[in-house]
């Protein structure tokens, strides 16, 4: 008793892949979802490499205009996969169109922007998302269960960071389609919407709010060439930023993120400390997460590192996937946020996070950027 | 322009789950490759069972006796993921009609049947291979390239171990579907063929032959309720297993494995020690290589974690995937050998571990085995 | 041909024993050195605890009233270990009576302080030095020598923390002999002038001066029994304390400390992250450094550990211990230092940290506490 | 009320640091016991290299025959720091004059000596102890603690390594004063004697006898130049060695220990592995102890890093020290024993291990030594 739930996906690159392998991955892995993703068209303007990608993905179509795939009555849901700039438009579209959509993170380019988008979904009552995947990797999933049983106490401290260094050469150029994130016109802004959203979205799904930051950025390559003009531009976005924040349950939190931190591909860490227990977690390693109990008898207090891979019992996930201590990977995260997505089709729920709460984090993110701007502490 | 490659799948357990996997992922990830496998056929006994599996998966048909598949013209391939004990016929009956045959590892119950098997394979020209998946992980593929450099001199010491703690309960039964590998009148031995054999594979394949060795086994639990009978049962399999060995090139090696090693989920681990050079791996973190590289300047030697997940370089396999710093997982090695396969029968050349190449295999586990009943060291 | 160098302490505490097994331990592990610490006398206000102090570390006398004690002629230089707001006084009368002077860290209560003592110092001519001791950890000089030659390139990013966790028990009273460290009359400031402080003076031998900064204090539990007035009293000291900064060279900083971590027995930990490389310590495993070198090859690139224990190379002070493998731990800092400040005796030659150098770390520890207070960025 | 215990100490080389700075250490640290050490007498033939060794620790006085030392009134107890070759004799004439021996490990060449030994000192009623020092290390004493209080159950399997890689250089001579350990004429055996002596007396402390083992010995390179003559001569000892063996309590064990692992400098590692509960610990990281306890709640089960430097509980020797988080080093274990040694002279008890305890590894090294040789089970 299937039902089919016909995706337009608008985008190719690695994203594109991440949310189709979620679709197709999901009904071998989740047979009791009622839907099940189809993929029905693939759009981008170049018409060459979106027929490629459909042929290799297995998409039934391509379209080469957004506004082409919207108008389709055969398509349920828009998955967009675009530079940050046309988010919004798409969005509106779509929602207009009373098509369901999933749309990759950040939101948008800014809070405004956001805020017109969730305007538009809430109108349309159209089911909608953000693909801030990491809250379906296993372990982060476990963090947040464990968080809100209560265990942790009253919560002093959250710190987290997204670090890598892939841009630290002079000679990267900005812009196009392979670089886009360089450049402010089409990301909306560096490291802070790109990775530092991440961190916060991860935040206040686990600890709450953010009241206020203080925060600085830096670009530390001032020009680059830019893949559309062949000239050296000036670079407009944040290569790092880092902020200190309150959070509304009084604990104290602390981010950073850059690319130009040597030896790190994509350090995501995050750590919060309770008053009876502390937890950590580390992309690198995806697949555990440290836990210190201060409940544990005297001696033998210790960090231990959970390797988050037991089908049979509280890992959640798992019980889809291996046997204990085999591990799964990043892409799997896509067919989690997939799998939950459909759930809340099924049991007429939200699916977050939604538009809404990804609006928070933009907020979030812009009183970031004014901050470092303006060098104050900023209200979120 | 692809051509299809018709699977027929015998059994529908854990193994039988990540092979297929590994054929439905295989086009997306490696659409170079001219063969596409197709799902033609899942066969077992148990019809209601069979079906399910079916469908879930998307196999096109179902058997539930094996003679009747291998005697389909629609099928290709025969993956056989049943337990050790049907092996041989499997395989023999398969040869005989022509089929390649993918076989789930330990090729049999001992190197008498695993010569027999190979004799067939070899005189119906078949492509064969042997799932012993763990030379595909990528960390271990790249140690297999460092090592073929040369760059580790003269090798001293390799040791390995794969350690369990499932079946640590006394109450936990043998046999039946679930249990067979407690049950060696089905599964051959215990640790020895099921997680040793692991270990001796990617031994012989990092480090060359086996000379002899020196083994011992033990069962700590003597006795077990049979699934089959209801009745306490004398338990045949060993519950762990260890040897030393010398390896032909001149090095010392160590083995070890065990299902009672309380707090290891699934650790297979080795090393190897070289004159210049040591390398190092865990299946608890796939992801990583370790390396000990002499030839760094002096104060900074040291062991370095290679987080083996480089796309655009050196890392094998990385390139199909995501981008640096993402991991993948343990079902990715099955796509891998899925993967070679399939290139192999382009290019014409056997994919190994070939069934003559699990034989060695096989016969290290009987020389071992062998060693432990009698007391006394055994050539292989 | 030894100088004896007779040494009078103030003050019988963990520092106090820190410094008196410095001293001790010295001429057995460097006895090349022409100055031998001689422990002449002891001193504190309560005469049984000295006496008791003097008795089990083999102090030849005691005092019970410093000035007394920088009165004598036969005591060389004084070691300075009161609670932080008799360090001016102390420092200056000594420096006036033309004695050496160690002080423990922080220099003072202030920079206004800091800045009477150096003068002091400075007009007596008088050596002096603080015990800012983790300089002297080897895997912590050995960073410093690799970041002086060079080879991180252009510096991008410095982060350290310093995070405790043994006073989340709201029942542990402030002030008194134990817990002066809880009380801002006796201390100046909470964690920024005893955990904090540490970093900075790390992070400025290390990455050079710091010149704003941006910083947010909490204090947790607001009120605590005082042990000298057995009454609630309001909590005066920063509990916790994060800041972000910019160096004079251009990279960003990112500063945090608390004793609200749960888990975190003293987790001290600095990274740093250059163009060419990246340096990693933590004081939980003070005997490595981690390492990233761009410069190795390309897929073999990745964090090391070094076990900072050659006795034979350049592994700073390890020449003076065991052999490679084996690890000293945290009380040999203290060691180095005294040999250290033996040594710049001999030379004539200052003994780093001084009083100025200390003074630095003064004045941003002033900015960041200031900067709390007000909510804007400070000049330090 | 402080008793001078007056030693003898024989050697200068590495053990003779160690064993004296013990000395040295204990009144400091352990101002509680009654009998406090004097460094009465250095004993070498070298009458030059004993006399610094004398004036840089603080000896009274030298001699440079030991039998002249031993016949001194003014002696207490012996320390014997010779080669092994020595042990014997040096240690009966001790005995039979009455005085107490601290004996460097191992015992002696062999059983055969060692019972001689343990004869003397018996008859003699002399006390005596063995440095094993590893067993004072805190987190392996502590080790000890957990496991004689039953928590880990039954125990299925032991593991231990002591790997080092320094002797992999062929133009290493064997011999001398420096090299003696690579000469079998005064070593007795190589690494059997020199590193798994080590793990085979933590191993029957922890775990109880050893009944039988099976074991293979080489010799890598076969020649060197020998200090003594200057020429190439055959390398009589053993490079490394690895066994398997059964303990009285029915566990099994696997034991390995080389001079050719590249990249490890002495990585002394054990691993027990109990029904609830398993441990395990590595000399490279002294100051942790990993644990894993089945008896935590299921989805938090995980192996924890026990930093065992917790002042005011129960890790062992840590409050003699200073605060938690601060780590300690190696030489601290041969504080212990001296603090031990004469606590248990002050309660009339032996001190373990007794040259009895010892005598019991030394058999179980014959046992490993005679099959290896033999490539036969050895019963010990």
């Known amino acids: 008793m299937s039902k089919p739930l016909n995706i337009g996906m608008i985008g190719y690159g690695f994203m594109g892949r991440t949310h189709t392998n979620g679709y197709k ?24 490499k979106i027929q490629a990608f459909a042929d290799q993905w297995g998409y039934e179509s391509i379209e080469t205009d957004w506004k082409a795939l919207i108008a389709r009555k055969d398509i349920d849901a828009i998955d967009i996969c675009t530079p940050n700039n046309l988010h919004k438009e798409i969005a509106i579209a779509a929602a207009k169109a ?13 809070a405004a922007e956001g ?10 009552k159209v089911p909608n998302t953000v693909w801030y995947n990491y809250r379906r990797i296993p372990a982060v999933t476990f963090a947040k269960n464990i968080i809100d049983s209560g ?15 892939w841009t630290i050469n002079a000679d990267l150029p900005q812009g196009g389609n392979a670089l886009w994130r360089l450049d402010a016109a089409a990301a909306g802004s560096g490291v802070t919407g790109d990775l530092l959203a991440h961190c916060i979205d991860t935040a206040i799904w686990l600890n709450g709010s953010i009241s206020d930051v203080t925060a600085m950025t830096e670009t530390f390559i001032k020009e680059r060439v830019h893949t559309a003009t062949g000239q050296k531009q000036k670079v407009t976005i944040d290569d790092a930023c880092a902020f200190l924040c309150h959070f509304e349950n009084g604990s104290l939190g602390l981010f950073e993120s850059t690319r130009y931190a040597r ?9 919060i400390n309770g008053e009876n227990m502390s937890l950590r977690w580390d992309l690198h390693d995806l697949h555990r997460l440290e836990m210190f109990d201060y409940g544990d008898e005297g001696p033998f207090r210790a960090w231990k590192s959970i390797h988050v891979t037991d089908a049979g019992g ?4 798992m019980n889809k996937w291996w046997v204990p201590g085999l591990q799964i990977g990043y892409e ?23 538009f809404r709460d990804a ?6 993110c812009d009183a970031v950027l004014q901050s470092a701007k303006e060098h104050v502490w900023k209200n979120v």
Do not use: W
């Open 25 to 48: 991955r999901v009904p071998d892995f989740f047979p009791e979802l009622k839907y099940k993703p189809v993929l029905k068209a693939a759009c981008a303007r170049d018409k060459e």
């Open 98 to 110: 009373g098509k369901m959509i999933l749309c990759e993170k950040p939101l948008a380019m800014n």
């Open 115 to 124: 805020e017109e988008m969730c305007k538009a979904v809430e109108e349309a």
């Open 151 to 165: 265990r942790l106490g009253r919560i002093f401290h959250y710190r987290a960071n997204f670090l890598q260094d």
């Open 263 to 271: 030896g790190h591909k994509a350090l995501y860490t995050f750590e």
């Open 314 to 317: 509280d890992h959640p996930y």
């Open 332 to 354: 799997h995260s896509f067919v989690h946020q997939v799998a939950d997505f459909l759930k809340s089709l099924e049991e007429g729920k939200p699916c977050g996070p939604t």
């Open 359 to 364: 609006l928070e984090t933009q907020k979030v």
